[in-house]
């Protein structure tokens, strides 16, 4: 993984390749390479198909310490599981603190990019082991400046708000909220302002995660009906569900760029230097202090 190899040369460590292998009956095998005894263990893993890699994730921790390994740790550029933080129906699965908690029985300590979080403050009130949420408006706005100096940012709803807010203001250009309104995982209804300054400059819609690209669709069609400029689309994870890649590129946005929190062609800002420093952070540490089941209430 090109990401792990940048990681490592940053960080000086050493880069081995878990290997999964998946029995017809659905089972895993975890093998782990060389000699851990003693070494700090980071496993790099993005979470995009989250499922699959969730068991063998843990058995890759365990197995680490079983071979001595002092601490191991989880880089996961993209988390899942965070957009669920409330039980919306009766019934559901509050999915962001039980997936937390699966994580931190197997890791000591989680580095993440910019998670899906709505109504969750910060991860430090999901997680009881060291948790670092590395941020990606100065990355993204670094990369907005130097290659889209006319831009008119646009947020895709009113929770994106602050964040987009602060990527313009680090790339020093204005910005607007669009008004988004979803009635299906596939059905989203999106509102454009009308500005001068939108129609003057390149748009720049930004957005968090996108999965089926029905939200950044909807929002080139109104702005191009508008008389705008074909969009530029800025995404931090790049889910891009099915074909929503090319569904975008075909309603008609000029570029989609990315981070490489999730492999892709699209990737054009790199996390590197960021999660090698926040996971270098975190192994210097002292370990932690792990509260007891009749201590932890959530």
Not at 17 to 24: G, I, K, T
Not at 100 to 121: C, G, K, N, Q, Y
Not at 258 to 284: E, G, K
């Amino acid at each position: 993984m090109p990401l792990g190899d940048a990681i490592a040369k940053l960080s000086g460590a050493q880069v081995g390749e878990v290997d999964l292998h998946r029995f017809p009956d659905g089972e895993s095998l975890v093998t782990l390479p060389g000699d851990l005894a003693g070494k700090d263990v980071a496993v790099l893993a993005t979470l995009r198909d989250p499922d699959p890699l969730a068991l063998p994730l843990r058995f890759a921790a365990e197995t680490a310490k079983e071979m001595g390994a002092r601490r191991v740790g989880l880089i996961t550029p993209y988390l899942a599981y965070m957009r669920q933080d409330q039980r919306f129906a009766g019934g559901q699965a509050v999915s962001a603190p039980l997936f937390a908690r699966f994580l931190e029985e197997s890791f000591d300590w989680v580095v993440t990019a910019d998670p899906h979080l709505h109504r969750i403050h910060s991860l430090e009130d999901l997680f009881d082991i060291p948790v670092r949420r590395i941020e990606t408006a100065p990355l993204l706005a670094g990369w907005i400046a130097a290659n889209v100096p006319d831009a008119m940012l646009l947020g895709p709803d009113s929770e994106s708000r602050q964040w987009v807010a602060e990527v313009a203001r680090l790339a020093d250009r204005p910005y607007e909220v669009l008004e988004k309104r979803r009635s299906g995982d596939r059905s989203v209804e999106v509102s454009v302002p009308h500005s001068e300054v939108l129609l003057a400059g390149t748009p720049v819609i930004l957005d968090d995660i996108v999965s089926s690209g029905r939200t950044l669709i909807e929002a080139i069609e109104r702005l191009l009906a508008a008389g705008a400029r074909p969009p530029i689309c800025v995404v931090i994870h790049a889910v891009f569900a099915g074909n929503a890649h090319d569904d975008i590129l075909a309603a008609g946005a000029a570029r989609v760029v990315t981070t490489n929190s999730i492999p892709h062609a699209s990737n054009a800002v790199s996390l590197a230097q960021v999660l090698a420093d926040a996971a270098r952070d975190l192994q210097a540490a002292d370990p932690p202090i792990r509260r007891s089941a009749e201590q932890t209430t959530r």
